[in-house]
């Protein structure tokens, strides 16, 4: 088992941004090359934390979007409205500049390829951005494991990775479904939230033993994981992150 | 809206502290006895100091202050961290 | 230790009249450290416990048959922002305290939901310090502390417990929630008080 990230004393290091990519009007992709990165574990997150030329300083949480390949890391930011750390992230920071980072941290939302049975991700809005990390996992190490996707996103503009979803897709054993709750691309198609019938129909059945991993913000994860424990998953193989809109103590 | 998030998102703070990752711990409530993985506790950050409650009975379990020259780690809400040897 | 974030100003920093480290703020934060009581107010108590035991309680309509002051005051939170000239409705502790016999020199503030926070009694006395139960005209919102909070805006936010039902006083400095957690015992915004030994 990689013991890489979690076993040592982390603290605080200056990652330089190489790349950025527009994935949606309001998300932004920052590819980093950092230091003394040990490797990560899809799933895993890092804090970032922004300096003020007064000492100001706020700190935040972002999920790692990339799979580990020995390079450079990657984070997918959604803007928050009246966000403080997150519209710097997405409109500011520009190629070339500093990032001062705290990572990887995390070792229970994670999937590691050695691990059995089929992988279901579940997620809302920018809580796809972990599970992405997972798909890239899953793919780069040609994982025999059947892994689905069921994305939860308010419109078709607003779907972060579309292109890299389709193509992973294609895999025979990599299933890939987007549900809009506001808006969806063909007016035939059906617009709503997750609920027990669509996880009936598209999500793996509790007979097949899947790990399942829920991410996104707080309401929508408790929705979900209540939805997958009384359609009979155990909820010891239903793994959750939340994330909020919210600001933090430091 | 106020809402909490979970353990997970403790894992920085707590990472600066212990070598292990204590976000797939198994925590033990000295409350209400609830156990399971400390990434389901609910964790309350828009606060002076990070505060992780128990998903069971909302007791206190940790909190953790950052002040500049100190981190200030209360643990008395648990009875235990279940860390693997491994 | 530490960089600089080229371009980043973080939360606007106006106004010259806060205490240091402050930003204003417009908005109102809601900070929370744990989830939020809904305290129904035909349920609502407050008590006051002496140092030599003695118990006085009032419920919800005895709270309103005292009189009311309106309070506009600026308010310090200890993650940095101020929010200036609010304005509140609610009962003067002077009013609360003034049957009570005590000679004790600290309180410690008890809220539903289980959170705590100390004072001393000479700050919560001589207009300084409320039970405050309508912000803005409105009753107080859940999130803010509601049905009824503390008010002392001389000292940063943590000491206004939400919630509040009761004080405990006593002569000897019981530390509250945070105050056992690293932050100051007193919490004076305007000598930055933030953490223990400032």
Not at chain 1, 6 to 15: D, E, F, H, M, N
Request: with cysteine; glycine share 8%.
């Amino acid at each position: 088992m990689e013991r890489t990230a979690i076993r040592r004393r982390l603290t605080w290091q200056v990652a330089t941004v190489v790349d950025v990519r527009r994935e949606t009007s309001t998300a932004r992709t920052l590819v980093l090359q950092v230091p003394e990165w040990p490797g990560h574990v899809a799933g895993q997150h890092l804090d970032v934390r922004l300096t003020a030329p007064d000492g100001y300083r706020a700190s935040r949480s972002y999920s790692i979007a990339s799979a580990w390949t020995g390079d450079t890391i990657e984070l997918t930011v959604e803007q928050v409205p009246d966000g403080e750390v997150s519209p710097y992230l997405v409109e500011v920071l520009n190629v070339g500049d500093p990032l001062e980072i705290r990572g990887p941290v995390g070792g229970w939302f994670v999937w590691k390829p050695e691990q059995p049975g089929p992988v279901q991700l579940i997620g809302g809005g920018s809580g796809v951005v972990p599970l992405m990390a997972m798909l890239r996992a899953h793919s780069a190490a040609a994982s025999t494991a059947p892994v689905r996707l069921l994305y939860s996103v308010r419109r078709p503009a607003s779907v972060i990775y579309a292109d890299e979803l389709k193509k992973l897709a294609m895999a025979d054993n990599v299933g890939v479904r987007l549900r809009y709750t506001r808006e969806a691309p063909a007016p035939e198609e059906q617009v709503g939230r997750v609920d027990a019938e669509l996880l009936d129909h598209v999500a793996f059945e509790p007979s097949v033993s899947p790990t399942t991993y829920v991410c996104g913000p707080t309401p929508f994860v408790e929705a979900v994981a209540d939805l997958l424990v009384a359609a009979g998953h155990d909820p010891a193989t239903v793994r959750t992150e939340r994330f909020g809109p919210t600001g933090g103590p430091r | 809206m106020t809402t909490h998030l979970d353990g997970n998102a403790a894992a920085g703070a707590l990472s600066e502290l212990f070598t292990v990752d204590i976000t797939a711990a198994i925590a033990r409530c000295a409350g209400c006895a609830q156990t399971g993985p400390f990434a389901d506790t609910h964790l309350y950050v828009d606060a002076p100091g990070l505060v992780a409650r128990c998903p069971g009975c909302d007791a206190v379990l940790l909190r953790v202050v950052t002040t500049p020259t100190d981190t200030y780690l209360d643990l008395r809400g648990l009875t235990y961290l279940r860390v693997p040897n491994e | 230790m530490g960089i600089v974030s080229p371009g980043f100003a973080g939360r606007r920093r106006e106004g010259t009249n806060l205490p240091p480290g402050q930003y204003l703020t417009h908005d109102f934060p809601v900070l929370s450290a744990g989830p939020t009581p809904h305290i129904r107010t035909e349920h609502w108590e407050f008590t006051v416990t002496t140092e030599t035991g003695e118990v006085r309680k009032w419920d919800w309509a005895a709270l309103l048959a005292l009189p009311a002051e309106e309070i506009t005051k600026d308010i310090h939170c200890v993650t940095r922002w101020s929010k200036l000239e609010t304005s509140w409705k609610g009962v003067s502790l002077d009013t609360v305290l003034a049957d009570v016999e005590t000679g004790a020199d600290f309180a410690l503030a008890h809220s539903y939901g289980g959170y705590t926070t100390n004072l001393p009694l000479d700050d919560l006395l001589d207009g300084q310090a409320w039970i405050a139960y309508e912000y803005d005209g409105e009753p107080l919102d859940p999130e803010h502390g509601g049905p009824a909070r503390l008010l002392v805006p001389h000292l940063y936010f943590w000491k206004s417990a939400k919630w509040v039902r009761g004080l405990v006083l006593s002569d000897t400095e019981d530390l509250g929630f945070w105050e056992t957690a690293g932050y100051h015992e007193y919490g004076d915004p305007w000598r930055e008080q933030r953490y223990a030994g400032d």
